[in-house]
């Protein structure tokens, strides 16, 4: 069996994540046991919610141990398998974590699933056709169900999820504006990904010059929003929401080091009878099957043009992830590890 290098969360961040809370690791694989199945990841995905995990607090999920690897989505290739329905060849998806090896028990459901890489590469499972395009979807058709002709905005608009939200909310003729940073990434949102608009918030550093440049991105309001950032933006958006609008709160990077993060006009909410829900898209097995049949389709079509950052190897994988926490990445952040 191979050694398998691993990142652990070596110790809690206060305050700011740095590289001093992960630790580099190599261990022995185990030998399998039955049902078992050794995968070899080929890619890692880092996404923002990791970093709520690294903290010692309530949660919708238990935190992440310390001393133990790391957690995290992963693709790759069944190397040995005890398993019947898994033989080595397979490309598969699963929950194996920062390391280059992972142990299953496929008997376990749902802890690994065969991938088709005929048409959608083997990295998008992890981003546009995997938990990043669900979590788009699940917001944009279960919480916002837009009409044709309604105006929805999504922050972190060049990301996993921002690109694929666009693409669904394209798909049911929806105005769709993004919010991004930097003139690079509003391009690739407009040119490449056919949003209507793309407002620059590196631009509008404050809620009255964001708020302006929303007015004339949605000039007929705003019906929808995917919120993942917070912060000012949140408030500049409630300013030009319209009467009955939805809002899909799936993450607010804004405050992941511990910064409060205070609303300035809740009684919007009230005024303008919006709907907020936040969700977990965990909670929601249910309607993957149906969401990946459409993302995959979009993926195949050329519809959705999913943007990759990748890091090389194990050891780059601390580094990437605090620069995706700072923006740094171009649309899904990965390592790769072969």
């Not at 890692?44 to 001393?67: E, F, H, I, V, W």
């Not at 088709?116 to 990295?123: A, N, R």
């Not at 998008?124 to 279960?142: F, I, N, Q, R």
Request: with cysteine; aromatic share 8%; charged share 20%.
């Amino acid at each position: 069996m191979p050694t398998n290098r691993q990142i652990h969360l070596d110790n809690r961040p206060e305050g700011e994540a740095s590289l001093s809370n992960f630790k580099l690791v190599t261990v022995e694989t185990p030998a399998l046991q039955d049902n078992q199945v050794l995968v070899r990841h080929h890619y890692m995905s880092l996404d923002p919610y990791m970093r709520g995990r690294m903290n010692d607090s309530k949660s919708y999920t238990a935190n992440q141990p310390t001393g133990a690897v790391f957690q995290g989505g992963t693709v790759g290739e069944v190397v040995e398998s005890k398993h019947p329905k898994f033989q080595a060849g397979d490309k598969v998806v699963g929950f194996g974590g920062w390391q280059e090896y992972s142990v299953v028990d496929a008997a376990v459901p749902g802890s690994l699933k065969k991938v088709d890489t005929t048409h959608v590469p083997l990295s998008h499972y992890l981003g546009a056709v995997g938990m990043p395009g669900v979590t788009a979807w699940y917001g944009l058709v279960k919480i916002i169900a837009p009409k044709a002709g309604e105006t929805v905005v999504v922050t972190a608009a060049s990301g996993a999820v921002g690109s694929a939200f666009g693409a669904l909310a394209k798909a049911r003729g929806c105005r769709v504006v993004g919010i991004a940073g930097g003139p690079d990434k509003c391009r690739y949102v407009t040119e490449e990904l056919g949003f209507d608009a793309c407002i620059d918030y590196r631009q509008h550093p404050d809620v009255k010059s964001m708020s302006a440049a929303l007015k004339e991105a949605c000039p007929q309001g705003i019906d929808g929003y995917f919120e993942n950032v917070g912060g000012y933006i949140f408030d500049a958006v409630l300013l030009r929401c319209n009467a009955f609008a939805r809002i899909a709160l799936c993450g607010m990077i804004a405050g992941y080091d511990g910064a409060p993060l205070p609303l300035a006009n809740p009684a919007l909410f009230l005024i303008n009878r919006i709907k907020l829900e936040g969700f977990i898209v965990s909670e929601h097995m249910e309607v993957w099957p149906e969401a990946l049949a459409e993302l995959g389709a979009l993926v195949a079509s050329g519809k959705l043009k999913p943007r990759e950052s990748v890091a090389q190897g194990i050891e780059a994988a601390p580094e990437a992830f605090l620069g995706l926490l700072k923006g740094k990445n171009f649309g899904k952040q990965l390592v790769k590890l072969i």
